[in-house]
Structure formats: C-alpha cells, structure tokens
C-alpha cells in the first residue's frame, strides 16, 4: 500500500509503497477513505512528546483521524464485518479495563495513541490497522460521510467531550476560546449549538472571520490588544463562565483562565510543546480564591459518539464546514510545514490516497 512514512524529526515525509497491515486476531484493518492532518500530528512530527512515550522513528505512520471501509478481521473478531463503514477513534482502548467498562475508554489504561506511538501505526496510508476492533471500530451512520468523520477526528470530538461532558455550558453562558485553530472552531460551533454565547481569541483576522462564520459573537484579535483577558472580561461583564485552551502554551492557557468569572470552569484541550514538557504556570491563587475549576478533556469515548451522530442528522452540528481543504499524501508534509507557523485555517483531510 500507499503511504506518507516518518523519516526524522520536522523533515518531509516519504510517500512509498509499504507492506499492507494484517489485523491481529482480536483487530481489523481499514481501507482509509479520508483522515484529517492535525496540530497533534504535528507534535509528534516535531518531537514534541517524546516525554510521553509518543515518539515516532523512522518508518513510522503518522495520523489519527480515519474513516472508511473494513477490509479484513480478525478470528475473534465479532461484531465488525467486512464492508462496514466505520470511524477510529485515535484513543484505542482495550475494552475490558476498568476505565473502559465504565464509559472512559477514551483514557484506558492501557491505551494506546492511533498514528502518535510506534505500537499503533496510524492512517496516512491506504490501510490502517485497529486493535481490539469490537471496541474501537464506530459504524457510521446514513449521511456521515468519510471525509465528514474525518473532520469530526480528534478536534471536533475532543471539543464536544470537553463541551458537553466535562464543563457544565448552558443556554445563555459566556463560552471563549483561546486560538481558533481546527479543535477551537469546533468548540466554537459546538457551544453555539448548546445555546451559548461564544467569544473566539486569536492573533489571525483570517480565523476569527471563521469564528464568527462558525457562531461566535465577538472576537478579540490579541495581537491588536494590550490583555485579552481583560476585553474578554469586558465583553462578558465580568468574565466567562467557560473558557478553553485549544493551543497549550503559557499565553493562551493563562489568557484563558484570567478570561473567567468566579465560579467559571476552565477546560485544557491544548497540549504543551517539547519546551513546555507538559507543564504551564498558572495564577493558582486567583484559581483558589475565585473557587475556578480546572479541567481536562481528551477526545471521546467511542461509546458517546452517537450524540454528535444525531446532531449533525438534524442540522444542529456541521463538521464539514470546518473542513477548509482536501489534499493528497503527497501534500502532508506542505500541511505540516505550514502548522510550524500557523499558517493553516480549519481543518485539511486526505481523501486522495
């Protein structure tokens, strides 16, 4: 088969003829459709997380964000058939530890991360392996194209898990985001359709002009201000009640965070850069004195993926209109060059493997 292979850290990936994956016995292998290119492709391109143990090598797959057909299962394989039309989930839980048989397979303890590490090779490719495919594999439902899945990927899931389970976003809130990159737009289309009023930050006129398409009600330019915080909190009449980090770096997780009201929740979607090293600074006094929660929130359990399902059948949800290009193998690595600077606007798919 076709595929984009890692050569080295921020060097051009080589597209080539590789062998094509066999499904373990309790697996199956999808013929991939479309798969989105994301920051956290990126990360991994770069060399970003080899402190967490996602550090591709030579010969290795990057992506994380498929769709498409089965073509081969596993012997004990029950529940997946060939032909079926199905996303991957780029968390792949086992199914049977604890956190899986209670509603959080997206953080198993045995997870492992779809294109990010060399045990799981990932979707820039024809085919891509899946472990334990009665868990992982998700059948698409009528209407729900490949390419549509592939922009509902990691950032729109991660941005509806984040929205809809684990800060409490109501009618009427104040919702702002801070960097309105592919998983930022979609919080801002998710917490407009939940009912709330969206504030999108960003140093790019080009993406808050998106924002605004996507739902947003005001937006602040950073660049062009002295605190963000500070208009966000002026916007708001006295803060947020809900605020995200979709970049993950000091200026953004901060500005995000002083962007709140008392009582507000803050959610961290934005993961950190090799500087960084999975630590930012943050105001924690003002966090304890104004009682602001933080939280966490990484992709979707698989088993929830029908509640965005039926939000896209009724028009309430539109990932698609985040997808901003369709590209060929042999562009990813012009994509992720383009991801060093920023220089990308919503979300680029694959579909031309």
């Given amino acids: 088969m076709r595929a984009a292979v ?12 590789v062998d094509d994956p066999e499904p ?10 479309a798969c989105g290119v994301c ?6 391109w770069q060399g970003d997380w080899e402190w967490r143990g996602l550090d591709p090598v030579p010969g290795h797959i990057l992506g994380h964000e498929p769709a498409g057909h089965v073509v081969a299962v596993g012997d004990e394989v029950a529940g997946v058939s060939e032909g079926d039309h199905v996303a991957v989930p780029f968390n792949l839980g086992d199914g049977s530890c604890h956190l899986c048989r209670t509603g959080h397979s997206n953080i198993c303890e045995n997870r492992e991360a779809l294109g990010l590490q060399p045990s799981a090779p990932g979707a ?3 085919q891509v392996p899946v472990p334990h495919a009665d868990h992982n594999l998700v059948t698409l439902p009528e209407g729900v194209s490949s ?28 919702f702002v985001v801070h960097g309105c990159g592919g998983v930022g737009l979609s919080a801002v289309q998710i917490a407009d359709a939940i009912g709330a009023n969206v504030v ?6 080009e993406k808050l002009d998106f924002a605004e398409e996507q739902g947003a009600v005001e937006t602040v330019n950073a660049a ?25 770096i000091e200026t953004t997780c901060r500005n995000a965070v002083e962007s709140l009201g008392k009582t507000g929740q803050h959610v961290q979607v934005g993961l950190t850069t090799k500087e960084a090293g999975g630590t930012l600074p943050l105001p924690t006094d003002e966090m304890v004195t104004a009682e602001i929660d933080f939280l966490g929130a990484l992709g979707m359990p698989p088993e929830r993926y029908d509640e965005i399902f039926r939000m896209v059948a009724t028009g309430k949800l539109d990932p698609a209109a985040i997808i901003t290009e369709r590209i ?25 493997f």
Avoid: K, N
Wanted: charged share 30%; aromatic share 6%; with cysteine.
């Fill in 6 to 17: 890692f050569t080295d850290y921020g060097e051009p990936l080589e597209v080539r003829e």
């Fill in 24 to 33: 373990e016995p309790h697996g199956a292998v999808v013929a991939v459709e």
């Fill in 39 to 44: 920051r956290s492709d990126w990360h991994a």
């Fill in 124 to 126: 820039f490719a024809e």
């Fill in 147 to 174: 390419v549509d899945m592939a922009g509902l990927g990691c950032r729109f899931m991660t941005a509806f898990h984040g929205l809809a389970h684990r800060a409490d976003v109501g009618a009427g809130d104040w």
């Fill in 200 to 205: 999108g930050v960003d140093l790019m006129d």
């Fill in 224 to 248: 062009e201000v002295e605190d963000p915080a500070a208009e966000v909190r002026a916007i708001t009449d006295g803060g947020a009640d809900v605020s995200m980090d979709a970049l993950g």
């Fill in 328 to 352: 060929g193998l042999e562009d990813v690595s012009g994509v992720l060059d383009d991801m060093t600077d920023f220089e990308t606007v919503g979300i680029p798919v694959i579909d031309e």
